[in-house]
């Protein structure tokens, strides 16, 4: 059973920073570019990052670049993202993806070619 699980949400000031991380199971991701998702109460989820299977390039939605950065350990199938100068904007669900169509092994910020999915973890900021 593939799975992949999000952890290190929770609640900071506004400011603040915090890492959030991805395990994969059941299968390795190692070819496959990976990616950071999120979705505000009454919004649409939207694309946040993803990251190459080398982890050599990297893409950003315009609204975090310069504050987050993506990476990965493909030793530990794990995905990282580390949030810094959060804003109260940031606050939503964060969900790691896996990206299985198209072109497999590079970025896309198209969630429809994201096939695995993990259960989200919460980020709240506050003022």
């Known amino acids: 059973q593939v799975q992949l699980v999000e952890s290190g949400g929770g609640s900071v000031q506004a400011g603040g920073s915090l890492r959030l991380d991805c395990v994969a199971s059941g299968r390795t991701f190692v070819g496959n570019c990976m990616g950071w998702f999120r979705q505000a109460p009454g919004k649409e989820r939207e694309f946040v990052a993803a990251i190459d299977w080398t982890g050599g390039t990297t893409y950003y939605a315009d609204p975090v670049k310069g504050r987050f950065t993506i990476a990965r350990d493909n030793a530990q199938n794990t995905v990282f993202l580390h949030m810094d100068r959060l804003r109260q904007e940031d606050t939503a669900v964060y969900y790691c993806?896996?990206?299985?169509?198209?072109?497999?092994?590079?970025?896309?910020?198209?969630?429809?070619?994201?096939?695995?999915w993990g259960p989200g973890t919460h980020v709240t900021v506050s003022s």
């Open positions: 993806a896996a990206k299985t169509k198209g072109f497999f092994f590079a970025v896309s910020s198209n969630k429809d070619e994201y096939e695995y």
